[in-house]
């Protein structure tokens, strides 16, 4: 299973007024690693959607264990949990560099789409997509 790792620093305008980064920031984070894994896999969302695919976020969860703080160094891992031929679940793991604790762990799940929103089966529509999205998940 391939699992793609991005680094990101806490900056401050990312926490609260007690020096704790905010929760929503956790999801936005999620995407930068998301975003990257696909790249990684040597795709990129803007070819998906000429393509005609897209990824819309149907479910999204996030569990806070410790909150990270201004100026850590935190590395976001990215894998492909679950693949079917209509949507697909990331699960990431937001990790501080400094202790290795796993401050959160989180998923969101994307239905495959085309460009009117329907759902469409990405093993049908796009072959060699599906192909390399599943190899990832070995």
């Known amino acids: 299973m391939y699992m793609n ?10 926490t609260d007024q007690m020096g704790i980064v905010h929760h929503s920031n956790y999801y936005a984070w999620f995407e930068v690693g998301r975003t990257e894994f696909i790249s990684a896999s ?11 695919v897209l990824l819309p976020l149907v479910e999204s ?14 590395t976001i891992k990215t894998w ?13 793991h937001v990790i501080r560099e400094e202790d290795n604790k796993v401050l959160a762990k989180g998923s969101t799940t ?9 759902i469409i ?10 192909e390399l999205l599943e190899e990832l998940t070995r």
């Open 5 to 14: 790792e991005t680094k990101i620093k806490v900056r401050y305008v990312e």
């Open 42 to 52: 040597g795709m990129n969302y803007r070819e998906m959607e000429k393509q005609g």
């Open 61 to 74: 969860s996030c569990k806070y264990i410790q909150g990270a703080k201004y100026e850590d160094v935190l």
């Open 80 to 92: 492909i949990e679950e693949l079917n031929g209509a949507k697909v679940v990331f699960n990431y």
């Open 110 to 118: 994307h239905a495959f789409v085309n460009k009117e929103f329907k």
């Open 121 to 130: 089966n990405l093993k049908k529509k796009n072959g060699d997509m599906w």
